[in-house]
């Protein structure tokens, strides 16, 4: 069943990514994913893990974490039936909501809001650990962007700690 498994372009349902938590890129293609091999951690060719979020509103949320090199450099959280994506900015050590400047405004998905305080602070915990044992744990909370930010009105405050 998993090698039948691959998505291009979107995330895959849900209920998949109960069952296959960890996913890698396909071959060459870097819209194409497919389950990867081994779903007992995150190891080295881990492209994304399925987590939990807890938001500020104390519900929890699925969510996918892109790891590279070792390291998560976005979030998407399923907030209010669609993805809210955020990507890491190392410069300014905060995230920002991923706005989808490439498609076409009626393609765009929502853009995150970190003022929105039902959502954040949210609390991003991985379901599996990494190969060490340890589980990924982020927090993403809303903060004041720096000034020299004009084009940013929101910007989140990125920590990464393991149990």
Not at 39 to 50: E, F, L, M, P
Not at 115 to 133: C, N, W, Y
């Amino acid at each position: 069943m998993a090698e039948a498994l691959r998505f291009t372009g979107c995330w895959p349902p849900l209920e998949v990514l109960e069952e296959f938590p960890n996913w890698v890129l396909d071959g060459d293609d870097e819209y194409t994913l497919r389950p990867e091999d081994q779903q007992a951690s995150i190891t080295d060719a881990t492209d994304y893990t399925v987590a939990a979020a807890t938001l500020a509103d104390g519900s929890t949320a699925p969510a996918i974490l892109s790891l590279a090199g070792g390291k998560v450099d976005a979030i998407d959280i399923y907030v209010r039936q669609d993805w809210w994506g955020l990507v890491r900015d190392y410069h300014h050590k905060t995230w920002r909501p991923l706005v989808q400047y490439w498609l076409p405004e009626s393609e765009r998905r929502p853009v995150a809001r970190l003022d929105d305080s039902q959502v954040f602070p949210a609390h991003i915990v991985s379901r599996l650990p990494v190969e060490d044992g340890k589980l990924l744990q982020l927090a993403v909370s809303a903060a004041t962007p720096p000034r020299r930010w004009k084009r940013w009105r929101m910007s989140g405050v990125f920590s990464v700690l393991t149990l």
